[in-house]
T-cell receptor, first 114, second 115 residues
Framework: DQQVKQNSPSLSVQEGRISILNCDYT??????FLWYKKYPAEGPTFLIS?????DKNEDGRFTVFLNKSAKHLSLHIVPSQPGDSAVYFC?????????????FGGGTRVLVKP | DAGVIQSPRHEVTEMGQEVTLRCKPI?????LFWYRQTMMRGLELLIYFNNNVPIDDSGMPEDRFSAKMPNASFSTLKIQPSEPRDSAVYFC?????????????FGSGTQLSVL
């Protein structure tokens, strides 16, 4: 039972354009959401997070949007750069859901073309 | 800080052999996590520790898998006996639990191949 889903396994975008990555979750106990970025042969690194009390969080070129009623969040990268080419994982946790552990989605591979 | 250190980076073994993966978390972190990454299941949590105590091992696939954290600076994940379906990248991550921040710091992973 996948509680966090990233339905698009891959995404290709032109440099300078917007990348939009989507994530859906099923567990209503989740109240904290994160995005991680992973390069080949490296571990995932934290990118940006959002608490359920907000619907938007912005950090430079990266913005995460949360729609609690739809149990959906998205990551926008504007403008996309070739260095953004990586696998992006959505993750969620909930204070009442087994001790704050993070549950990850399957990942979306992003390719930014020069 | 050197970050989370995992060893070995690559492990190739034969079916039936014992495999031990090692992890040194970031100094001062009080939570440690073992994840496994596969094409089919993505990143799945196997087990995590708080203050060296196992909190949730519900993700451990079966009794062939075991994990220990004898002290705050070292953890092992053991597979005995190993099987080809155990082939995956195993990540260790650590964090300092403060409030609701769940920012994990991952090691570079161990690529395990069981032949």
């Amino acid at each position: 039972d996948q509680q966090v889903k990233q339905n698009s396994p891959s995404l290709s975008v032109q440099e300078g354009r917007i990348s939009i990555l989507n994530c859906d979750y099923t567990n209503s106990m989740f109240d904290y959401f994160l995005w991680y970025k992973k390069y080949p042969a490296e571990g995932p690194t934290f990118l940006i997070s959002i608490s359920s009390i907000k619907d938007k969080n912005e950090d430079g070129r990266f913005t995460v949007f949360l729609n609690k009623s739809a149990k959906h969040l998205s990551l926008h990268i504007v403008p996309s750069q070739p260095g953004d080419s990586a696998v992006y994982f959505c993750a969620a946790s909930g204070s009442k859901a087994a001790g704050n552990k993070l549950t990850f989605g399957g990942g979306t591979r992003v390719l930014v073309k020069p | 800080d050197a970050g989370v250190i995992q060893s070995p980076r690559h492990e190739v073994t034969e079916m039936g052999q014992e495999v031990t993966l090692r992890c040194k978390p970031i100094s001062g972190h009080n939570s440690l996590f073992w994840y496994r990454q596969t094409m089919m299941r993505g990143l799945e949590l196997l087990i995590y520790f708080n203050n060296n105590v196992p909190i949730d091992d519900s993700g451990m696939p079966e009794d062939r898998f075991s994990a220990k954290m004898p002290n705050a600076s070292f953890s092992t994940l053991k597979i005995q006996p190993s099987e080809p379906r155990d082939s995956a990248v195993y990540f260790c991550a650590s964090s300092f639990r403060q409030g609701r921040s769940e920012k994990l710091f991952f090691g570079s992973g161990t690529q395990l191949s069981v032949l």
